[in-house]
């Protein structure tokens, strides 16, 4: 029986991740929860899996968690422990009962959580990008030292997880990630600059949280998807395709040296890899639908357009360039698109705002979490700047 922590259970990878051990009670016990403020969507999860410890972002989401718990009549007695702020995070990642955590906090509010639990040797479902994205050396090195089984939930890098079981390392020569191509693949390059953030939302295949629907709009999500490959199985940018494929079933194919391609086939649904995160090297049962091979289809294939999503670039320019580039990257990113959100800024100010962020952020080495956590903050910091002195009401981000 695995033992779980799921950081971020209130969002779209968390409620996935309960519901596979809803189906499976035999074989996960939840041992903590943590999430940000959504105290409507926390209340239910405690009172159905009824996990020891409870661990929210601020002490307000505390209270109104107690007040939650008090009116839906559960005893006392068996309330979870409740908890806050950052170390609370830590504290549920690394507890001695634990022996997998599901990573799927949004943002670097993760990392820390993510990292400490690495350094306690634990298996990681790993969903939170910015853990690689900006700590990728740091944490690799530390999954190295202490023997952490960090295995992806992301479905293209769980899907390149599961092709690279055909053959030796040694033996790969590429790796290719396929993106659908977003809600904007057919949109004309000039129109994107006036496309709104409910297009922007309307995601083709895939339902997911705010930040990363916008980042798959802009294609950052897929170079946020390269960089976390390269550190997950040691490849160069080089070394790495992007393809288009809009129907989204081809999740990633691994290219070996004869020329022969394997690729990972499945439905849209995150049950599948969340559940592979948690049975490998084993599979079982998984409650997804089942690819119908008697009726006629059409899987399509083609290269991204690099002057229409210019963010798809400047992820590989920044993984070249190690160091920082890509945690301002991530930074700056989240700033724009939270900017683009609010309305604030337009869809192609996203790229620009960016790149503007990286160009004027003198990049440095990076050899612990605090330093992370620092060039993070400074370079949201200078991407606000940024966004304040463009846009002509005030900005609340
Ligand atoms: N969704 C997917 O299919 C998918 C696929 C691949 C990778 N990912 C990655 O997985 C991560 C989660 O994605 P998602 O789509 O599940 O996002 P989401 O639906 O927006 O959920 C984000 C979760 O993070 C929690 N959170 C935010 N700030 C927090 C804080 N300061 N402390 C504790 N918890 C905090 C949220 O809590 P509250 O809601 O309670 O505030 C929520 O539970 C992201 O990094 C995303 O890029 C997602």
Known sequence: ?????????????????????????????????????????????????????????????????AEGLAASGMPRSQWPELLSGDAARVQVSTAGEVDTVISAIVGVAGLEATYEAIRRGKRIGLANKEVL???????????????????????????AHQCLRAGNRQEVARLILTASGGPFRNTPKEALASVTPQQALNHPTW????????????LMNKGFEVIEACWLFGFAPSEIDVVIHPQSTVHAMIEYSDGSVIAQISATDMRMPIQYA?????????????????????????PPDLDKFPLLRLAYQCQEAGGSATCTLNAADEIAVEAFLQGAIGFTSIYEIVSETLAK???????????????????????????AARAPGPVTV
């Open 207 to 218: 339902r997911m949280g705010n930040r990363i629907t916008i980042d798959c709009a802009t």
């Open 133 to 159: 994205v900006s700590g990728g050396k740091l944490v690799m090195e530390a999954v190295g030292e202490f023997g952490a089984e960090l295995v992806p939930v992301d479905s293209e890098h769980n899907g």
């Open 278 to 302: 948690l049975t490998w090297p084993a599979r079982s049962e998984a409650p997804v639908p089942r690819i119908d091979w008697a009726e006629a289809r059409k899987w399509e294939f083609l």
């Open 361 to 387: 952020m003198p990049p440095r080495s990076l050899h612990t979490i605090g330093g992370i956590l620092e060039m993070d903050r400074e370079s949201r910091m200078l991407a606000r700047n940024l966004i």
């Open 1 to 65: 029986m695995r033992t779980l922590t799921v950081l971020g259970s209130t969002g779209s990878i968390g409620t996935n991740t309960l519901d596979v051990v809803r189906r499976n009670r035999h074989l996960y016990r939840v041992y903590a929860l943590a999430a940000g403020r959504n105290v409507d969507v926390l209340l239910p999860q405690i009172l159905e899996f009824q996990p020891s410890v409870v661990a929210l972002a601020t002490s307000d989401g505390v209270r109104r968690l």
